[in-house]
């Protein structure tokens, strides 16, 4: 998910990551979450996970975790998030 907000609160949202990082790991379905930040633009940043399934991650998308996280910085925002649901091609070494 590309996350662009503004600059003055780049600072609190990546505690606001750091604080919730853990618990949204722990979701169930799960299985990995990383933060990136544009090296050239600040307040823009990129969450990368990866679940279980799509229910899984709607399942998170509409938990009390999600809401308590989302309301805290929603309005923080100055772009509008985009997310993308992609599927692994890599091929693999047999």
């Known amino acids: ?6 600059p003055a609160r780049a600072a609190e949202f990546e505690a606001i990551f750091a604080d919730r ?3 949204i790991r722990h979701y169930p379905g799960c299985r990995h ?3 990136w930040k544009d ?3 600040i307040g823009v940043y990129f969450t990368y996970s990866i679940w279980e399934g799509q229910d899984a991650l709607d399942n998170y998308r509409h ?3 999600f809401a308590e996280v989302w309301a805290g910085i ?3 925002f100055t772009g509008k998030p985009e997310a993308w649901s ?3 091609r890599t091929p693999r070494l047999q």
Do not use: F, I, N
């Not at 998910?1 to 503004?6: A, N, R, S």
């Open 63 to 65: 938990s009390p975790l």
């Open 1 to 6: 998910m590309k996350l662009t907000m503004d």
């Open 21 to 23: 990082q853990e618990a």
């Open 86 to 88: 992609l599927d692994d």
């Open 39 to 41: 090296r050239s633009h």
């Open 33 to 35: 979450l990383e933060l």
């Open 74 to 76: 929603k309005g923080w």
